[in-house]
Every structure is written in structure tokens, then in C-alpha cells.
């Protein structure tokens, strides 16, 4: 089984490649976010598959249907393992996403997921933009992702078992924002990695507590026995 961790390169292109070439890909995947992305473009993605490493490339591309679609096929011919988009770009809008997938008839097509809730949203400022009940409308997200052919979503652990309960264990869950559990940070609806895997997700994004302690690698093992 490969490991579930998702390791959030959030740093400059030079930090990113000294941090991966110090990693093990059989232990991680990483993800290139818009920082990264917008500094140095999809040579960075290259450079991190020529070290072994599948990419989810994190740009929750969130636009027209047509914008949308051109983006994603963009993404494909960059060969990552998984891309995203914003649910809240409503259904043709992720229809669309999924169509540039299957027009591009890859034999490994990216796993496109659908960004549901931010984590760094607490209920207060879920209702500040008009949101009052952020699970129900994680909910209602995950159904449109769902019915578009998504092959899940990203959300909080909190929401986890609820989707897994309602739209199938194979619909994939990524759940950003994993803290040890003395370190939560400026995420709000959050959780360990072992309670995260004990909900069900199948993927966790790491970022901060790895790339920002003292000794990366030793953190990155540190989560992997927390996990295991």
C-alpha cells in the first residue's frame, strides 16, 4: 500500500527541490501549490517527477466552464497524479473539468478532486460569506463533485465519515490542514493524522510541521509511525 501522505511544498523553488531530494518518494507525494506554481511554473513539476515523486498539482481552479476545462487539459499534459478544482464552481463547471480528462485519453489520467470547505473556515466566517452551516454545505458540494464524475473531494476531517457514508468508500477524501496534535496552526476545522485515518480519508496533506521543522525527514517519519 502507498503511503497516504501528501507532503505541501508552500516554499521556494530551491527549498522545494533540497527538501525532495532528500525525501523518498515510496514515502510521500508532493503537492505544488499556487506559490510554487506561480514562481516557477511547470518546471518545477518536471523536476520534482524526475526525482520519482507523483504531483498534485493544487491550483483550485475555480473559473467559466470553458477556462476551466482548457486549465485542466493544461494540467494533463503535465502528467501529475492529481489535480483540483472549486466545487463552488457549480455543476458545468466541474462537468467540464472532467470532460478535459477523458477528451485527453491518457492511460494514467490525473485524479481530479473538488475543493469543498476551506479548513482554514471556522463557523463564523463560513456565515460571513453566506454559509450557515458549513458541514451541510460541505455536503451539498460533495454531491455536485459526485454527480459530475469527480473522483472526490478535499475537505476537512470532520466531514469525512459522513461522505464516506453517503456517496461510497471509493469516492476519495484529501484532507489538508494535518497537525500533530499539539501544532493546529491557523487551520480551524482540522485533526491528527491518526484520527484523520481513523475517519476514513484516504490522502493527508502535510505541510508546515515537515518543511518548516529543524529536521524534515525525521518529521516526515515522525507522521509516517504516528500512521502506521
Same mark, same amino acid.
Not at 525525501?23 to 514562481?39: E, I, N
Not at 489520467?109 to 463560513?126: A, H, I, Q, Y
Given at each position: 500500500m502507498s503511503s497516504p501522505l501528501i507532503l505541501a511544498l508552500d516554499v521556494q523553488p530551491d527549498r522545494a527541490l533540497e527538501l525532495a531530494?532528500?525525501?523518498?518518494? /515510496?514515502?510521500?507525494? #508532493?503537492? !505544488? *501549490?499556487?506559490?510554487?506554481? +506561480? %514562481?516557477?511554473?511547470p518546471s518545477i513539476v518536471s523536476s520534482l517527477k524526475d526525482l520519482g515523486f507523483d504531483i498534485f498539482l493544487d491550483l483550485k481552479f475555480h473559473d467559466i466552464p470553458n477556462t476551466v476545462y482548457a486549465a485542466v487539459k493544461e494540467a494533463c499534459k503535465l502528467n501529475v497524479w492529481m489535480v483540483n478544482v472549486h466545487c463552488s464552481g457549480g455543476l458545468e463547471m466541474l462537468k467540464s473539468a472532467r470532460k478535459s480528462i477523458?477528451?485527453?485519453?491518457? /492511460?494514467?489520467?490525473? #485524479?481530479? !478532486? *473538488?475543493?469543498?470547505?476551506? +479548513? %482554514?473556515?471556522?463557523?463564523?466566517?463560513?456565515?460571513n460569506i453566506g454559509v450557515k452551516d458549513i458541514r451541510k454545505q460541505t455536503t451539498l458540494l460533495t454531491k455536485l463533485a459526485k454527480s459530475s464524475g469527480l473522483d472526490g473531494v478535499v475537505c476537512s476531517p470532520l466531514e469525512v465519515k459522513e461522505i464516506k457514508n453517503s456517496f461510497g468508500t471509493d469516492f476519495?477524501?484529501?484532507?489538508?490542514?494535518?497537525?500533530?496534535?499539539?501544532?493546529?496552526?491557523?487551520? /480551524?476545522?482540522?485533526?491528527?493524522?491518526?484520527?484523520?485515518?481513523?475517519s476514513g480519508s484516504d490522502y493527508l496533506v502535510v505541510g508546515r510541521p515537515i518543511t518548516e521543522s529543524n529536521n524534515p525527514v525525521e518529521s516526515l517519519k515522525s507522521f509516517l509511525k504516528e500512521i502506521n
Open positions: 531530494k532528500n525525501l523518498d518518494p /515510496k514515502q510521500c507525494k #508532493l503537492k !505544488v *501549490g499556487s506559490m510554487l506554481f +506561480t %514562481s516557477s511554473g477523458l477528451d485527453n485519453k491518457s /492511460k494514467t489520467p490525473p #485524479l481530479l !478532486v *473538488g475543493v469543498t470547505m476551506l +479548513t %482554514s473556515l471556522s463557523e463564523d466566517e463560513g456565515k476519495i477524501t484529501v484532507v489538508p490542514g494535518i497537525r500533530s496534535s499539539s501544532l493546529f496552526g491557523d487551520q /480551524k476545522r482540522i485533526a491528527s493524522a491518526s484520527e484523520a485515518l481513523k
